[in-house]
Nanobody
Framework: QVQLEESGGGLVQPGGSLRLSCAVS????????LGWYRQAPGKEREFVAH???????RYADSVKGRFTISRNNPLKRVYLQMNNLRPEDTAVYYC???????????????WGQGTQVTVSS
């Protein structure tokens, strides 16, 4: 069983920065993607960024050039550095872990509880 716990959300002015952190419990030595999604009020949850175990990353177009995802495998942590924040980045940010089992040939996705990020002057 995998558990994810986010931290680092808060209130920031437009143009400011925040760094989110996610602590992962469980085995992350296999094939997996650790990443971030977000959900704004009245909208569906959307992909933000993810990183493979080997450090291959992917970003949503809306955050490219402003957000950077990184992970520390020995510490079992994944981070999201968010720069030049905009009001439209306001959302609950969820840490996500997708783990592939070669035995069952299935992927299981786990979620954290979420952390609020509010960008407002």
């Amino acid at each position: 069983q995998v558990q994810l716990e986010e931290s680092g959300g808060g209130l920031v002015q437009p143009g400011g920065s925040l760094r989110l952190s996610c602590a992962v419990s469980g085995d992350i030595s296999g094939d997996n993607l650790l990443g971030w999604y977000r959900q704004a009020p009245g909208k569906e949850r959307e992909f933000v960024a993810h990183s493979s175990r080997t450090g291959i990353t992917r970003y949503a177009d809306s955050v490219k050039g402003r957000f950077t995802i990184s992970r520390n495998n020995p510490l079992k942590r994944v981070y999201l550095q968010m720069n030049n924040l905009r009001p439209e980045d306001t959302a609950v940010y969820y840490c996500s872990g997708q783990f592939y089992s070669h035995y069952s040939q299935q992927t299981t996705q786990y979620w954290g509880q979420g952390t609020q990020v509010t960008v407002s002057s």
